[in-house]
C-alpha cells in the first residue's frame, strides 16, 4: 500500500536525523554526507523493487484498477513527503569549528551535489511511479480485448456476409460497444480513483476499438486474396474451357454491394464515434482525442468511396501518415482495401499503378516526418510508448499484419515451420522479428 511505504519512508528518515543528532554530526559534512546517502539508497531499493513487482499487479481487469490506484496515490505522497519532511530537515552547516569549515571550503560542491543526486533519484521515482499509473490503467484494456478476440464473435462477425445482408441495423457494433461499456469502462469507472486515470482509460479502449475494426478488415481482405489466389492456381491446373467457365462463374466479390458495405461502413463509424464522445462528457481535451483516433476510420471510409484518381492520392498521403508512414505497409494496406470494393480486375489494376507512381512522394513523407519526431527530440519517447501501448497502435499491428503475410508469401515454408515468437499483450504467435525483417528488406529490394 502507498501509505504503509510512505510511512515506513518517514519513520527511517525521522530516526536517522534522531540518531545524527544524538551523536552530535547532523550540522557536519559527514553527518550531511550520511543522510543524503541513506535517503538515496532507501529510494533506490523502492525504484528497483516497484521495477521488479510491476508485472506481478497486472494478472486480470481488476488487479491493474487496484494497481493504478495504487501507484496514483504513491507518486503523490511520495512528492508530498519529499516536499514537506525531507527538504525542511536538511541540515544546516552553520558552524564555528574552524576544522569544520575548513573541511566546507575544501568541498564547496559536495553539498550540492549529494542534494542534486538525491531530489533527481526521487523524483525520478515520482515519475515512474506515476507513468505506471497510467500504464496500469490502460493495460486493463488488454484483457477486454483477450475477451472479445477469445470468447466472442464479434470479430468473425464484422465485414461478414450477415454484417453486409442480415444485419441492417448494424448490430455487430451496437452489441460489440455495449460488451466493452459493461465488461470494461463500467468497471473501471467504478474502481479507479482518479477521472484522470478513467479518461487514459477510455482513449485506450477508443484506440483498441479501431484496431479492432480495421484488423477485421485487413484480415477480411486476406482472406479474399488466399481465395483468389487458390482459384487461380485451380484455373492454371485446368485444362477445359468448361472447367475455366464453371470456376469464374463460382467467384464472387468481396462485397456483393459495395455501395451498401459502405453504407455499413459509414453507420459503422458513428456509432463508434458517438459511443465515446458521450463517454467523454463533453471534455474538451477527450473529444480531440478521440476524434483524432477516430479520424483514420473516416479516411478509410472516403479512400474506398473516392471516384477520381486526384481525391485517391490524397487520401493515400493521409492514411501513410497515419499508419506509421511506413510506405511498405501503405502499399499493402490501401491495396486490401480497395480489393474489396474494386468492381473488376482493372479497377485494382489502376490502385496499384497509383501507389506504384506515388512510392517516392511517399518515401519523402516518411523522411520529413522522421526529421520532425527528431527535431522535437521525440525519437527515445516514441520508442518507450511503442512498447508500452503497443497492443492499440494501429502502425504496429499493421506493421507485424504485413511483415507475417510477406515471409509466407515469400519463404517456401508452412506456417508451423516459421520460427515463432509471442506478443507480449495478446499472446498471439507471429513470426520471429528477424525472420520478417529479411523478407521485407527482400520485398523492398524488388519495389525498387
Known amino acids: 500500500m502507498a501509505e504503509d511505504l510512505v510511512s515506513l519512508i518517514d519513520t527511517q528518515q525521522s530516526v536517522l536525523v534522531g540518531f545524527l543528532s544524538a551523536t552530535k554530526v547532523w550540522t557536519t559534512p559527514t553527518g550531511y554526507s550520511i543522510y543524503m546517502d541513506a535517503l538515496l539508497y532507501v529510494v533506490q531499493c523502492c525504484q528497483s523493487v516497484h521495477t521488479q513487482s510491476k508485472p506481478l499487479l497486472c494478472t486480470t481487469n481488476y488487479d491493474c484498477c487496484e494497481a493504478a490506484n495504487d501507484f496514483w496515490r504513491l507518486s503523490a505522497k511520495m512528492e508530498t513527503l519529499f516536499q514537506d519532511k525531507i527538504q525542511p530537515n536538511l541540515p544546516n552547516h552553520t ?41 496500469c490503467a490502460e493495460r486493463s484494456q ?20 450477415s454484417w453486409e445482408d442480415v444485419w441492417t441495423h448494424n448490430e455487430v457494433v451496437h452489441k460489440l460497444l455495449a460488451y466493452v461499456d459493461e465488461e470494461y469502462l463500467s468497471v473501471i469507472e467504478r474502481y479507479l480513483c482518479n477521472e484522470t486515470l478513467y479518461h487514459k482509460a477510455l482513449v485506450i479502449c477508443c484506440k483498441a476499438i479501431v484496431c479492432l475494426y480495421v484488423r477485421c478488415l485487413v484480415e477480411k ?51 463508434i464515434k458517438t459511443f465515446f464522445l458521450e463517454k467523454s462528457n463533453g471534455n474538451p481535451v477527450l473529444t480531440r482525442i478521440i476524434t483524432n483516433d477516430i479520424y483514420i476510420l473516416e479516411v478509410i471510409h472516403e479512400c474506398l468511396d473516392a471516384e477520381d484518381e486526384d481525391s485517391l492520392e490524397n487520401f493515400i498521403v493521409v492514411i501513410h501518415k497515419r499508419t506509421g508512414a511506413d510506405a511498405l505497409v501503405t502499399r499493402h494496406f490501401v491495396g486490401d482495401l480497395w480489393l474489396l470494393v474494386a468492381q473488376d480486375k482493372a479497377c485494382w489494376q489502376q490502385v496499384d499503378q497509383t501507389l506504384t507512381i506515388m512510392a ?34 494501429l502502425d504496429d499491428m499493421l506493421r507485424t499484419m504485413y511483415e507475417d503475410r510477406i ?42
Open 221 to 271: 481482405a486476406d482472406s479474399v486474396t488466399r481465395r483468389r489466389n487458390h482459384r487461380e492456381r485451380q484455373v492454371s491446373a485446368c485444362s477445359t474451357g468448361g472447367a475455366r467457365k464453371s470456376l469464374r462463374r463460382d467467384e464472387r466479390r468481396p462485397f456483393k454491394n459495395t455501395h451498401r458495405a459502405l453504407i455499413r461502413m459509414t453507420e459503422d463509424i458513428k456509432l
Open 407 to 448: 515471409v509466407q508469401g515469400t519463404l517456401p515454408l508452412c506456417w508451423t515451420c516459421l520460427p515463432k515468437q509471442v506478443e507480449a499483450d495478446h499472446g498471439n504467435k507471429i513470426v520471429s522479428g528477424k525472420i520478417r525483417a529479411l523478407t521485407r528488406s527482400l520485398k523492398e529490394m524488388r519495389w525498387a
Open 360 to 393: 517516392q512522394d511517399l518515401a519523402m513523407v516518411s523522411n520529413r516526418l522522421k526529421e520532425q519526431q527528431y527535431s522535437r527530440g521525440e525519437s527515445g519517447s516514441l520508442h518507450k510508448r511503442r512498447t508500452e501501448v503497443s497492443f492499440v497502435r
Open 142 to 161: 488488454v484483457f477486454v480485448m483477450r475477451s472479445i478476440n477469445n470468447s466472442t464473435t464479434f470479430p468473425i462477425d464484422l465485414f461478414s456476409s
Open 95 to 135: 558552524t564555528e569549528d574552524s576544522v569544520t569549515q575548513d573541511i566546507i571550503d575544501k568541498e564547496p560542491d559536495r553539498s550540492m551535489s549529494l542534494y542534486q543526486q538525491l531530489a533527481s533519484t526521487w523524483s525520478s521515482f515520482v515519475s515512474l511511479v506515476h507513468c505506471d499509473a497510467v500504464y
